[in-house]
């Protein structure tokens, strides 16, 4: 059988085992979109993870399209298809080779680049060929032995990405490249659901810890360990290692159910209502803006979520000090800005530090599609979050003093 390179797991090692996390990250972009659509999966095989992703993500109006890797025969994998009912056959199509396939609004490579650096950038460039306009390539690479493909894949992430994901569970450690060759949309952000984050850990259903927490609490056990080895007879040891479990809740990620309303604005975060108020910012337009700032303290979750859907068109920090976040002087703070563009204007949210934080995380690249109540990123330890809206098109239903729930909470109304 004659199959495209694209289709090929090019490279010496030896193909890449992804496993279930990965492969649900790989298929993210396409079960986040809840309207109708298609997706082209290349290197498809009965076993796969990545295939049982698709299939579990399908809706009644999608299709799917499959191109069989090398080592299996479309015979083989139309009969897999088969088997899994009608209600999937209905919906799912194999082809020979990729030249049979159509093009589709995200294209998953099923199988991670282990190759050189040429052949990977030659197998995206044969991939996108068959993106539809304003469509998401998503491929994956190990993080560790594949260092041509992992180098190709940042250049393509820096010139293309809107968005990468590091799956530490997964023998080996991948990584999971987002790639958009043509513009969306900022309007079809409306019909996404917020994005699966494997950089959000479990612990149980409704409560996840951040990749960043994992990373601390980690640090406070290993100072521990070094203590316990360094001074055996002293209990020093104690308090780095009785820290882990605080640093870690710190960073606690709970799930939390986003109104359907699509007139809803939500809160970015947790935390208490500072003030509402309208102002001019000539940085972000001519127009007057509502902005609701929220205070958020040690105790209060920190991961940030977008108040609204929209597409990032801008990504700027500005420079400042580190006063208390409660006070009027906060603001002009170290702030991290992303500006969303929205199908009813310009929307911002300020990442602000205060007197503990200094350290901002934002996880959403230029030309990424948030949904209403999407994770984008934190700020670390006491600080304060700010949503610029439109003032004409918004409707305050907060004020000061009032809590608020980031992602959950309505803080305003379109009009």
Same mark, same amino acid.
């Given at each position: 059988?004659? $199959? ?250 709970? $799930? ?105 995380? $934002? ?53």
């Amino acid at each position: 059988m004659t $199959q495209s390179p694209a289709v090929r797991v090019p490279g010496r090692s030896g193909p890449v085992r992804l496993g279930e996390r990965a492969a649900r990250t790989l298929v993210a972009e396409f079960a986040r979109i809840n309207d109708p659509k298609a997706a082209l999966l290349v290197g498809a095989a009965p076993e796969s993870a990545v295939l049982a992703a698709a299939i579990d993500a399908l809706l009644p109006g999608d299709t799917l399209t499959l191109v069989p890797t090398e080592r299996v025969s479309a015979t083989a994998l139309r009969e897999h298809v088969t088997a899994q009912g009608r209600w999937v056959a209905d919906r799912v199509r194999v082809v020979d080779t990729l030249t049979e396939a159509e093009p589709a609004t995200v294209v998953i490579a099923g199988e991670a680049f282990v190759g050189t650096a040429d052949e990977t950038r030659s197998a995206v460039e044969e991939l996108t060929k068959y993106l539809a306009d304003g469509g998401v390539l998503t491929v994956s690479t190990a993080v560790a032995r594949t260092a041509g493909a992992a180098a190709e894949l940042e250049r393509q992430g820096a010139l293309h990405g809107v968005g990468a994901d590091l799956v530490l569970r997964n023998s080996p450690p991948v990584r999971v490249y987002r790639l958009r060759f043509t513009p969306a949309d900022a309007a079809s952000a409306e019909r996404l659901a917020p994005a699966y984050r494997p950089s959000s850990v479990p612990l149980t259903r409704d409560m996840h810890i951040d990749s960043n927490g994992v990373a601390a609490a980690g640090i406070a056990l290993g100072l521990a360990a070094l203590t316990r080895l360094a001074r055996p007879k002293s209990k020093l040891w104690l308090l780095p290692a009785l820290a882990a479990a605080p640093v870690a809740a710190f960073f606690r990620d709970p $799930q939390r159910d986003v109104p359907e309303d699509p007139s809803a604005v939500v809160a970015a975060a947790d935390g208490e209502v500072l003030s509402v108020q309208r102002l001019h910012d000539e940085r972000f337009g001519d127009g007057e803006f509502l902005r609701v700032a929220v205070f958020l303290s040690v105790l209060d979750v920190h991961v940030n979520r977008a108040p609204v859907a929209g597409k990032v068109v801008d990504y700027f920090v500005a420079d400042g000090g580190f006063v208390n976040a409660m006070k009027p002087d906060a603001e002009h703070n170290v702030a991290a800005y992303t500006v969303l563009d929205t199908a009813h204007g310009t929307v911002v949210v300020a990442q602000r530090t205060g007197l503990i934080a200094r350290r901002i995380v $934002q996880r959403a690249p230029i030309g990424a599609l948030l949904a209403r109540g999407e994770r984008f990123g934190l700020i670390r330890f006491g600080s304060r979050t700010d949503v610029y809206l439109p003032a004409d098109a918004a409707e305050p239903l907060v004020g000061p003093g009032d809590k608020v729930v980031g992602g959950a909470s309505v803080i305003a109304r379109w009009r």
